[in-house]
């Protein structure tokens, strides 16, 4: 057990020194962010001009969804892992895997972690840099449950998410191009994650739906429990369909990893 627990801690290094090594990608990418929430904070600002609230939330707490929102995107989202995968099956770097006692999940997930922790504290870096010109914009809820229920929130979010890249990536076990792919679960989840307006300012009967689906666990759902749109029940009902879902994903990846490797050699044979 600790022995398989040092190789996904080693690979979670060399991940972590692999991407420091392209710090200022992420850094460039992190500052360039910003003018996303001037954009955020321009048009909101218009839409709440003579409103005191909008779908029940006010002005600050909109503003706070999107900043917490581009914060979790750093730290969980899922950038370029599924080209990743893709682009190691296709050149056939996986065979080393296939020969070694390491699970590929693992250790791309072990990656993932690496990134996203770079990423993650550089994007702070840009917000501290913005905050002294945003932060009477901002307010968040002082509920002690809303960390502990938060924090267990991120953590599925970010396993929802890569599993969704990881099973993308699979698909090239039968496909030459998954760009297409790619780009339509990219479209769906920017407008059913929450990242283009608060889901909570669907209809009801379209919002209720969305609470089913994974895209809603992926960004909107976490960012939601922070900054005080749902309550406690909703939180620990989320929570449950988050568990659900990062089973069935995990599942999903399993069978087309099974699957895939079946094809795999059956081509390499």
């Not at 990656?111 to 504290?121: E, K, T, W, Y």
């Not at 009801?204 to 739906?209: D, G, Q, T, Y």
Request: glycine share 8%; charged share 10%; aromatic share 18%.
């Amino acid at each position: 057990m600790i022995s398989s627990l040092t190789k996904y801690c080693h690979a979670f290094l060399v991940g972590l020194q692999g991407n420091i090594v392209y710090r200022w990608n992420f850094a460039f990418r992190g500052f360039s962010s910003l003018f996303h929430l001037i954009v955020v904070f321009t048009l909101w600002g218009a839409a709440y001009a003579g409103k005191s609230s909008i779908g029940g939330f006010d002005l600050g707490q909109t503003l706070t969804y999107f900043v917490l929102l581009l914060v979790l995107q750093f730290f969980i989202g899922a950038f370029n892992e599924d080209y990743q995968i893709s682009e190691e099956i296709r050149n056939g770097l996986i065979n080393q895997f296939l020969l070694k006692p390491i699970n590929y999940f693992l250790y791309r997930f072990s990656i993932f972690l690496a990134a996203r922790l770079v990423s993650g504290l550089l994007v702070l870096v840009a917000v501290a840099v913005a905050l002294p010109f945003i932060y009477h914009h901002l307010t968040l809820p002082t509920d002690a449950w809303r960390l502990w229920l938060g924090l267990p929130a991120v953590a599925l979010s970010a396993v929802i998410q890569f599993s969704i890249a990881f099973c993308f990536g699979l698909l090239t076990f039968w496909f030459l191009e998954i760009q297409s792919f790619v780009i339509l679960s990219y479209a769906i989840e920017t407008l059913l994650g929450g990242q283009v307006f608060p889901l909570d300012l669907m209809p009801a009967s379209i919002f209720r739906i969305s609470q089913f689906l994974p895209y809603y666990y992926q960004m909107y759902f976490p960012a939601a429990i922070f900054t005080g749109r749902i309550d406690r029940t909703q939180a620990i009902e989320g929570i449950g369909i988050q568990l659900f879902w990062a089973a069935a994903l995990l599942g999903i990846a399993h069978l087309l990893w099974r699957r895939g490797l079946r094809r795999h050699t059956a081509v390499g044979g």
